[in-house]
Antibody, heavy 120, light 107 residues
Framework: EVQLVESGGGLIQPGGSLRLSCAAS????????MSWVRQAPGKGLEWVSVIYSSATTYYADSLKGRFTISRDDSKNTVYLQMNSLRAEDTAVYYC??????????????WGQGTLVTVSS | DIQMTQSPSSLSASVGDRVTITCRASQSITSFLNWYQQKPGKAPKLLIYAASSLQSGVPSRFSGTGSGTDFTLTISSLQPEDSATYYC?????????FGQGTKLEIK
């Protein structure tokens, strides 16, 4: 059974750093690809970052280089390092497994999310 | 980035109604369009991928059509459990942008 469990969220002061983890089971994170998606309170979904099986990474332009996605294949875990946090980064952060083929590309499994609150 | 625009932003319909939600991309995304359902306090759930393919386990009353820039999600006979917010998402390029969401309420 595929499972994704996020952790690491919490209350952090503006300018601080936080590392989120996404522990996977039932598949290997080095397989297709993994993404982070966030949702600010009462708002819609915003794609944040992706890491492909090749370890190639991409980020939303709005992050301006403050976030870094990585993975530890030995722990079957994906991480999101978030630096220089701002109030507008307050959101529930979801990790999602991606599936990709020549005709389709989608997030088929999602974690339950972890809440990050940036406030003084 | 590719912009995704959904309409309407919200709607209210009765059980048994046929409901259609539209999604427009700012450029052609061929058929790389997915639809997700999200209920309050829950993670999104994949409904439709590649514009028209039904994800395993999703009721057949959900269907998707379209290609290029214009797409639709249709619920053929609305059920009480379909009350949720629906999002389209493009996967044509690596910036996986979402639409702003359509909140569906049951009358």
């Amino acid at each position: 059974e595929v499972q994704l469990v996020e952790s690491g969220g919490g209350l952090i002061q503006p300018g601080g750093s936080l590392r989120l983890s996404c522990a996977a089971s039932g598949f290997t994170v080095s397989g297709d690809y993994m993404s982070w998606v966030r949702q600010a309170p009462g708002k819609g979904l915003e794609w944040v970052s992706v890491i492909y099986s090749s370890a190639t990474t991409y980020y939303a332009d709005s992050l301006k280089g403050r976030f870094t996605i990585s993975r530890d294949d030995s722990k079957n875990t994906v991480y999101l390092q978030m630096n220089s946090l701002r109030a507008e980064d307050t959101a529930v952060y979801y990790c999602a497994r991606g599936y990709s083929s020549t005709l389709a590309d989608y997030f088929d499994y999602w974690g339950q999310g972890t809440l990050v609150t940036v406030s003084s | 980035d590719i912009q995704m625009t959904q309409s309407p932003s919200s709607l209210s319909a009765s059980v048994g109604d046929r409901v259609t939600i539209t999604c427009r991309a700012s450029q052609s995304i061929t058929s790389f369009l997915n639809w997700y359902q999200q209920k309050p306090g829950k993670a999104p759930k994949l409904l439709i991928y590649a514009a028209s393919s039904l994800q395993s386990g999703v009721p057949s009353r959900f269907s998707g059509t379209g290609s290029g820039t214009d797409f639709t999600l249709t619920i053929s006979s609305l059920q009480p459990e379909d009350s949720a917010t629906y999002y389209c998402q493009q996967s044509y390029n690596t910036r996986y942008t979402f639409g702003q969401g359509t909140k569906l309420e049951i009358k």
